[in-house]
RNA sequence: GCCUGGGUGGCGGAACUGGUAGACGCAAGGGACUUAAAAUCCCUCGGUCCUCGAGACUGUGAGGGUUCGAUUCCCUCCCCAGGCACCA
């Protein structure tokens, strides 16, 4: 009797036998290699999405492939689970957020273990909780103590309704996303971390990661915005007082005509004070002040400044030079005051042009010459120097160096360096979230908490109504306590870290996360894992978290806990899962099944197929894993998700795609169940005898599968072809004339087949393949066999194809031996009846040849 | 604007260092099995032309170039996606 494939059924019992044993359970054996597997942990939002099930399933196949091949597999899982959703749905719903999340971690593991992860369970660890974050507050006092963690005054986005701090992104339009109130900006005390003071190694190793994506290291290298230049003084035209600027052009120094500072600068009150422009001063400050960041970076943003009614001096000319406050002009990076030269930079051409201000060329365009009066643009190529005192006729990049030499001499300047990356700003406003260890005392300060305090623990009996700032405020016993140093009463820091805090070292953690000793890490255990040999996420985090997380890494290293220099070898990010959308005129956006035979179900209208985008809750295009899984089992899902594209591109989900896969994973049972009786008591081909036909063209595709697929799963993750190979494979087996069933040697190389296709398909779909495998009447575990190795000489084609060519167009193919002597081949190739016809009374001119693959033959 | 990717059949995608373009799957069409349908198994499937052959031409975003030969290398341009965006 046939039995069918009940997916439902082999995977629960495949998946109660990989947690009653333990299978993927790992111990430290410093006999083994290592091999550690992380895919980025996630958020516990409720329910895994089809983006958590191609991420884990992409890193799944490389854990089980690597275990298969000998290695001692790292392959952890945890929650993220700090963060503000918790405390949105605590707003909302009246749920306190460690329930929420909690009860939301129960739901997405139950989810994660019917898709047949291979994680080692025991090491499951949630950030929430203190015997996480207790060492985090530890890092934090170590870094407090070095100068890492400083407080600082700094902008926020505030709320006047809500009386709360926003994020960037919880501001619409400048208005608060909540409650729709016009957003202000307000200054806080906040907690930093000087990542800064490590930004020449995390640059200097954007080259040192061959493993990671150069898209990502060059996003990275951009965000980090390193630029060589000078730091020019510009002594006032009527006082002793300078103003320094950062310019990466010296070059230009000549023609810098006008000064211009930051609209936000404390400068440009001083220089205004007392003056008859005070007020127009003021009034310009306060307007810029208020202009929403989202508006300042918008392309209509004009260019606009005020007069402070001061001027300094050109340092090389002595020319005076109008200083404004201008509204473009970024307060924080270099000094916040830079050198206007409109001649040869767009934005101080359009400032001159509307403020009718001075122009003078110091680039000559040698093949347009320039005119300061009728230029329409600045002109910003390369060029020779002109009105620049002894450097005229110089190549101006040629000259940067003199130039900043010049200025050094005189005093007026030296060389520095500026970055674009600031210091990481952690404190929120927020209450889940870990504490910041800090206690504020009126006498003595920020005062850290002693080491023996910790952990500080978020307190959890706490009613969250959305207003009036964080909610750890109105806790009088968490927020009233004595200062550690005087003695007196004093508060408690009430902000919490930001969840990459979190995020910056759980792989560390997880090498040891019953570690409940000083500093929480396991010195030789994390020694043993880290680094990361492969890291799986999107492509989303390729700035700031992975930043972080790589500053963070080097810090610890510092602080003696760790031995390594970065904690990802090797990064893949993988791509969105996509799907179209769909579309009623009267009722929006809808779900898949809000749509039947293409008309939305409640007005009967013909739906409108849109645009193929990100799977979102909005758009409603997005498919319930759930659902799949009920429908067509996990391996189908897998197998689905590794087929339909390699993993760094998007996924396009398709429905007939999902049925493709279940009807392969259909065709491979049917064909072991066709078999079975026959091979039962048949061992596989064990090479003994020499076979022919079919059966030798069978055993050689087996053996060049299995070396496909190896390839294509060690090298490149290329499922999609690796799956290919292995339908072929099965397409191959289809086609074999069925033997007898006494013919034990035809049923021995068809077993070596089968086996091939289960132990190839095994990290792909590892339920179907432990169920055929034990109808196989195997007794080990499939998840504990060794990867199939390849015979070479078995895999070897005896017969090529050699393509003939004449002048570059295929004209004929002709079959030759493997072993065929070159020379033959060409004259097979020169003897070919095709070739004959269509080079009769031609010139042969030259004959290339490329082993074993091709002739062409140019005539004229 | 700058920096990264990327444009291949009706669709998702193959083609690893310049050497048979379109593997594999989906959709479509046809056949077998069946009383019938589903399921399954098998076959066809880039385009145009034709003397339907185991034929000719054409074809990897567009245009040039290098080469015996280009989806692959070089130049110019167009389009799409992502990142950064007044960084002086």
Same mark, same amino acid.
């Given at each position: 009797?046939?039995?069918?494939?009940?997916?439902?059924?082999?995977?629960?019992?495949?998946?109660?036998?990989?947690?009653?044993e333990k299978t993927f359970r790992v111990v430290e054996d410093t006999g083994k290699e290592k091999y550690y597997l992380l895919e980025m942990f996630?958020?516990?939002?409720?329910?895994?999405?089809?983006? @958590?099930?191609?991420?884990?399933?992409?890193?799944?196949?490389?854990?089980?492939?690597?275990?298969?091949?000998?290695?001692?597999?790292?392959?952890?899982?945890?929650?993220?689970?700090?963060?503000?959703?918790?405390?949105?749905?605590?707003?909302?719903?009246?749920?306190?957020?460690?329930?929420?999340?909690?009860?939301?971690?129960?739901?997405?593991?139950?989810?994660?273990?019917?898709?047949?992860?291979?994680?080692?369970?025991?090491?499951?660890?949630?950030?929430?909780?203190?015997?996480?974050?207790?060492?985090?507050?530890?890092?934090?006092?170590?870094?407090?103590?070095?100068?890492?963690?400083?407080?600082?005054?700094?902008?926020?986005?505030?709320?006047?309704?809500?009386?709360?701090?926003?994020?960037?992104?919880?501001?619409?339009?400048?208005?608060?996303?909540?409650?729709?109130?016009?957003? $202000?900006?307000?200054?806080?005390?906040?907690?930093?971390?000087?990542?800064?003071?490590?930004?020449?190694?995390?640059?200097? /190793?954007?080259?040192?990661?061959?493993?990671?994506?150069?898209?990502?290291?060059?996003?990275?290298?951009?965000?980090?915005?390193?630029?060589?230049?000078?730091?020019?003084?510009?002594?006032?035209?009527?006082?002793?007082?300078?103003?320094?600027?950062?310019?990466?052009?010296?070059?230009?120094?000549?023609?810098?005509?006008?000064?211009?500072?930051?609209?936000?600068?404390?400068?440009?009150?001083?220089?205004?004070?007392?003056?008859?422009?005070?007020?127009?001063?003021?009034?310009?400050?306060?307007?810029?002040?208020?202009?929403?960041?989202?508006?300042?970076?918008?392309?209509?943003?004009?260019?606009?400044?005020?007069?402070?009614?001061?001027?300094?001096?050109?340092?090389?000319?002595?020319?005076?030079?109008?200083?404004?406050?201008?509204?473009?002009?970024?307060?924080?990076?270099?000094?916040?005051?830079?050198?206007?030269?409109?001649?040869?930079?767009?934005?101080?051409?359009?400032?001159?042009?509307?403020?009718?201000?001075?122009?003078?060329?110091?680039?000559?365009?040698?093949?347009?010459?320039?005119?300061?009066?009728?230029?329409?643009?600045?002109?910003?190529?390369?060029?020779?120097?002109?009105?620049?005192?002894?450097?005229?006729?110089?190549?101006?990049?040629?000259?940067?160096?003199?130039?900043?030499?010049?200025?050094?001499?005189?005093?007026?300047?030296?060389?520095?360096?500026?970055?674009?990356?600031?210091?990481?700003?952690?404190?929120?406003?927020?209450?889940?979230?870990?504490?910041?260890?800090?206690?504020?005392?009126?006498?003595?300060?920020?005062?850290?908490?002693?080491?023996?305090?910790?952990?500080?623990?978020?307190?959890?009996?706490?009613?969250?109504?959305?207003?009036?700032?964080?909610?750890?405020?109105?806790?009088?016993?968490?927020?009233?306590?004595?200062?550690?140093?005087?003695g007196r009463p004093a508060k408690r820091e009430t902000d919490t870290m930001d969840t990459f805090v979190e995020s910056s070292w759980y792989f560390?953690?997880?090498?040891?996360?019953?570690?409940?000793?000083?500093?929480?890490?396991?010195?030789?255990?994390?020694?043993?894992?880290?680094?990361?040999?492969?890291?799986?996420?999107?492509?989303?985090?390729?700035?700031? @978290?992975?930043? /972080?997380?790589?500053?963070?890494?080097?810090?610890?290293?510092?602080?003696?806990?760790?031995?390594?220099?970065?904690?990802?070898?090797?990064?893949?990010?993988?791509?969105?899962?996509?799907?179209?959308?769909?579309?009623?005129?009267?009722?929006?956006?809808?779900?898949?099944?809000?749509? $039947?035979?293409g008309k939305c179900i409640y007005c009967g209208l013909a739906v409108k197929i849109g645009k193929t985008e990100k799977m979102s809750k909005s758009?409603?295009?997005?498919?319930?894993?759930?659902?799949?899984?009920?429908?067509?089992?996990?391996?189908?899902?897998?197998?689905?998700?590794?087929?339909?594209?390699?993993?760094?591109?998007?996924?396009?989900?398709?429905?007939?795609?999902?049925?493709?896969?279940?009807?392969?994973?259909?065709?491979?049972?049917?064909?072991?169940?066709?078999?079975?009786?026959?091979?039962?008591?048949?061992?596989?081909?064990?090479?003994?005898?020499?076979?022919?036909?079919?059966?030798?063209?069978?055993?050689?595709?087996?053996?060049?599968?299995?070396?496909?697929?190896?390839?294509?799963?060690?090298?490149?993750?290329?499922?999609?072809?690796?799956?290919?190979?292995?339908?072929?494979?099965?397409?191959?087996?289809?086609?074999?004339?069925?033997?007898?069933?006494?013919?034990?040697?035809?049923?021995?190389?068809?077993?070596?087949?089968?086996?091939?296709?289960?132990?190839?398909?095994?990290?792909?779909?590892? @339920?179907? $393949?432990?169920?055929?495998?034990?109808?196989?009447?195997?007794?080990?575990?499939?998840?504990?066999?060794?990867?199939?190795?390849?015979?070479?000489?078995?895999?070897?084609?005896?017969?090529?194809?050699?393509?003939?060519?004449?002048?570059?167009?295929?004209?004929?193919?002709?079959?030759?031996?493997?072993?065929?002597?070159?020379?033959?081949?060409?004259?097979?190739?020169?003897?070919?009846?095709?070739?004959?016809?269509?080079?009769?009374?031609?010139?042969?001119?030259?004959?290339?040849?490329?082993?074993?693959?091709?002739?062409?033959?140019?005539?004229?």
């Amino acid at each position: 009797m046939k039995i069918k494939y009940n997916p439902r059924e082999i995977e629960a019992r495949w998946q109660k036998c990989w947690e009653d044993e333990k299978t993927f359970r790992v111990v430290e054996d410093t006999g083994k290699e290592k091999y550690y597997l992380l895919e980025m942990f996630p958020y516990p939002s409720g329910k895994i999405h089809m983006g @958590h099930v191609r991420n884990y399933t992409i890193g799944d196949v490389v854990a089980r492939y690597k275990k298969m091949k000998g290695y001692n597999v790292l392959h952890p899982i945890g929650w993220d689970s700090f963060g503000m959703p918790a405390e949105n749905a605590a707003i909302e719903h009246g749920i306190p957020p460690a329930k929420w999340t909690n009860e939301n971690i129960e739901a997405m593991k139950k989810q994660l273990k019917r898709m047949g992860f291979s994680y080692d369970w025991d090491r499951e660890i949630s950030t929430c909780e203190p015997e996480y974050y207790r060492w985090e507050q530890l890092f934090f006092l170590w870094m407090y103590e070095k100068g890492l963690a400083y407080k600082k005054g700094g902008s926020v986005n505030w709320c006047p309704t809500c009386k709360t701090v926003l994020a960037n992104e919880q501001v619409e339009a400048g208005l608060c996303w909540r409650c729709g109130t016009e957003v $202000t900006e307000k200054y806080f005390d906040q907690w930093f971390f000087r990542i800064t003071s490590y930004v020449e190694e995390l640059l200097d /190793y954007c080259d040192k990661l061959p493993g990671w994506p150069e898209r990502v290291l060059t996003m990275q290298k951009n965000w980090i915005g390193k630029s060589h230049g000078c730091e020019l003084v510009f002594p006032m035209a009527d006082s002793d007082d300078v103003i320094k600027v950062f310019t990466t052009r010296q070059d230009t120094i000549f023609g810098a005509t006008f000064m211009l500072i930051a609209a936000e600068h404390p400068l440009v009150m001083e220089l205004a004070k007392g003056k008859p422009v005070e007020q127009d001063v003021r009034d310009f400050v306060e307007r810029v002040k208020k202009q929403d960041k989202l508006v300042r970076t918008s392309d209509y943003y004009e260019k606009e400044g005020v007069f402070l009614d001061a001027w300094c001096l050109n340092p090389v000319t002595d020319k005076r030079m109008p200083i404004y406050a201008a509204n473009f002009v970024l307060a924080d990076y270099g000094t916040g005051c830079v050198m206007a030269v409109p001649t040869h930079d767009q934005r101080d051409f359009e400032f001159a042009e509307k403020y009718n201000l001075e122009k003078i060329v110091v680039i000559q365009n040698p093949d347009d010459p320039l005119d300061a009066d009728t230029m329409t643009e600045a002109y910003v190529d390369e060029g020779v120097l002109v009105n620049s005192g002894k450097f005229d006729g110089m190549k101006n990049m040629q000259a940067l160096d003199d130039i900043a030499a010049y200025l050094e001499s005189i005093g007026r300047g030296r060389k520095t360096i500026e970055y674009r990356l600031r210091d990481w700003g952690i404190s929120r406003q927020r209450y889940w979230g870990a504490p910041i260890p800090i206690v504020n005392c009126e006498e003595c300060g920020a005062v850290p908490v002693p080491e023996a305090d910790l952990p500080i623990i978020l307190p959890r009996d706490v009613e969250l109504t959305g207003e009036g700032g964080s909610p750890l405020d109105l806790i009088d016993s968490f927020v009233n306590v004595t200062c550690p140093r005087c003695g007196r009463p004093a508060k408690r820091e009430t902000d919490t870290m930001d969840t990459f805090v979190e995020s910056s070292w759980y792989f560390d953690r997880f090498c040891c996360p019953d570690h409940s000793v000083k500093p929480g890490l396991d010195k030789e255990k994390v020694k043993y894992w880290m680094p990361v040999d492969q890291y799986i996420g999107g492509i989303e985090h390729a700035i700031l @978290h992975l930043l /972080y997380a790589r500053f963070y890494t080097k810090m610890l290293r510092d602080f003696g806990v760790l031995d390594v220099d970065e904690p990802f070898s090797n990064l893949l990010t993988q791509g969105m899962v996509c799907k179209e959308t769909m579309r009623c005129s009267k009722h929006g956006y809808l779900f898949p099944e809000e749509v $039947t035979d293409g008309k939305c179900i409640y007005c009967g209208l013909a739906v409108k197929i849109g645009k193929t985008e990100k799977m979102s809750k909005s758009l409603k295009n997005v498919v319930d894993p759930n659902y799949i899984i009920d429908e067509y089992g996990s391996d189908t899902a897998r197998i689905f998700c590794l087929f339909a594209s390699p993993p760094e591109k998007d996924l396009e989900w398709s429905d007939q795609g999902v049925e493709g896969s279940f009807r392969f994973l259909g065709r491979v049972w049917r064909i072991v169940e066709d078999y079975i009786d026959d091979i039962k008591e048949v061992a596989p081909f064990d090479g003994g005898e020499a076979l022919e036909g079919d059966l030798k063209n069978l055993r050689r595709k087996t053996h060049q599968t299995i070396k496909k697929v190896t390839t294509d799963i060690e090298d490149r993750f290329h499922f999609n072809t690796a799956i290919s190979a292995v339908m072929e494979l099965v397409n191959t087996l289809y086609q074999i004339e069925r033997p007898e069933k006494n013919d034990r040697t035809a049923l021995s190389v068809i077993r070596e087949t089968l086996e091939s296709v289960i132990l190839l398909l095994s990290p792909i779909v590892p @339920h179907i $393949t432990e169920e055929l495998w034990e109808m196989l009447g195997k007794q080990n575990q499939l998840s504990e066999t060794a990867w199939p190795g390849f015979d070479a000489a078995v895999a070897v084609e005896e017969e090529i194809t050699i393509v003939v060519q004449i002048n570059g167009k295929v004209r004929s193919r002709i079959q030759v031996a493997a072993g065929e002597p070159d020379d033959k081949i060409k004259e097979l190739a020169l003897n070919d009846s095709k070739v004959k016809q269509l080079t009769e009374g031609k010139k042969i001119i030259k004959e290339i040849y490329v082993p074993k693959k091709l002739v062409n033959i140019v005539v004229k």
